[in-house]
């Protein structure tokens, strides 16, 4: 059991350093800048730890998830989902009313950064 938690431990900490620097990246293309990282609540502990988002959209202070705008709360979700995308291959992805909350100039952003994706995943997107 103890060698099945360091091997848990050692994917987790690998995949996470991955996509916090994915993560950062996304984030300031669909943003158009900004800055953006995730911190382990609990670095000490990996099979128990939090995450926490920290996003600082362009103009703005750096600030937890939870201060953002409904939209901005949403394409910082979506620049998380496709940081993951860009570290793990998968073959299919459902996005059901993910630009909801978008203003126009964030759908159309959005929009644009999947075709990044055109020659991997296959998307089916649900709109209103």
């Given amino acids: 059991m ?36 995730l911190k382990l609540t609990n670095p000490d502990d ?5 995450i926490e988002i920290v996003a600082s959209p362009p103009g703005k202070k750096l600030t937890t998830i939870s201060l953002l705008s409904g939209g901005e709360k949403t394409l910082t979700a979506i620049c998380l989902l496709f940081a993951i995308l860009n570290v793990r291959d998968i073959p299919f992805c459902l996005f059901d009313e993910v630009e909801a909350a978008l203003d126009e100039a964030n759908v ?10 055109k020659d991997k995943p296959q998307f089916l997107i649900i709109t209103h």
């Fill in 46 to 50: 990996l099979l128990n730890t939090g």
């Fill in 108 to 117: 159309e952003g959005f929009g644009n950064y999947l075709n990044h994706y």
């Fill in 2 to 37: 103890n060698e099945m938690d360091d091997v848990m431990k050692e994917e987790f900490k690998l995949t996470f350093e991955k996509i916090k620097i994915e993560f950062a990246k996304v984030f300031k293309e669909l943003f158009g800048g900004g800055t953006a990282d």
